[in-house]
């Protein structure tokens, strides 16, 4: 079964400093890997996308990086800013089919 | 603004009615999409169209019912609407069928329906 998981599920950080998001796949065959960062309220919203031969895409403060071996995925934030404090989401899409599917999302706060 | 647009906001109806969620988008994309993200703030595809035609449909309700009048408009009907209808509906659209790389949806504001 095509699953999309995200961790930590919540994560709580000091404006200024670098956090981790992790994302595990078992999509097979793999067509590409989309970050997106959801504000509260609001639609989800595109960071970056990774087919399976790169390894690493970054979007300013945002880079993703993609282990297709080990279908993994982590979107690394430096710097971190208030305005950082939404859900981020995996999505996978998997090759030759339309339907992409979504991780539950890693809800990040940044405090001051 | 080219954008993709979605009416009304938010939408609080009792139990047993019909109602209706309008999405236009103007970024001249072929295949558009409904998602629901429900209270555990998961998305989950309902319908996709590409040029009009039905390409997704998942385990979705028939209580549910998209239309899409031309490429640049989907809206999504519900009729006898249920307390576990409630959720936020969010329309989007891509250029691609979804799955190619260049694929990336563009997300609507979203939809709050409260059912009563």
């Known amino acids: 079964k095509n699953q999309v998981e995200q961790s930590p599920q919540s994560l709580i950080i000091l404006e200024g400093k670098n956090c981790t998001l992790q994302?595990?796949?078992?999509?097979?065959?793999?067509?590409?890997l989309r970050w997106y960062k959801q504000d509260t309220g609001r639609g989800p919203v595109s960071l970056t996308i990774?087919?399976?031969?790169?390894n690493t895409k970054s979007n300013g403060r945002y880079t993703a990086t993609l282990d297709a071996d080990t279908k993994q995925s982590s979107l690394h934030i430096t710097a971190s800013q208030l305005s950082d404090s939404a859900s981020y989401i995996c999505v996978v899409s998997p090759a030759g089919g339309f339907k992409t599917i979504f991780g539950a999302g890693t809800r990040l706060f940044v405090k001051a | 603004d080219t954008a993709v647009s979605q009416t009304p906001k938010y939408l609080v109806t009792q139990m047993g009615n019909d109602k209706s969620i309008k999405c236009e988008q103007n970024l001249g994309h072929d295949t558009m999409y409904w998602y629901k993200q429900d209270s555990k703030k998961f998305l989950k595809i309902m319908f996709s169209?590409?040029?009009?035609?039905?390409?997704i449909n998942e385990t979705v309700p028939n209580r549910f019912s998209p239309k899409s009048p031309d490429k640049a408009h989907l809206n999504l009907h519900i009729n006898s609407l249920e307390l576990g209808d409630s959720a936020v509906y969010f329309c989007?659209?891509?250029?691609?069928?979804?799955?190619?790389?260049?694929?990336?949806?563009?997300f609507g504001p979203g939809t709050r329906l409260t059912v009563l």
């Open positions: 169209y590409n040029n009009k035609e039905l390409i």
């Open positions: 989007a659209s891509s250029q691609g069928s979804g799955s190619g790389r260049t694929d990336t949806q563009y």
């Open positions: 990774m087919t399976f031969s790169e």
């Open positions: 994302c595990n796949y078992t999509v097979s065959p793999f067509s590409n």
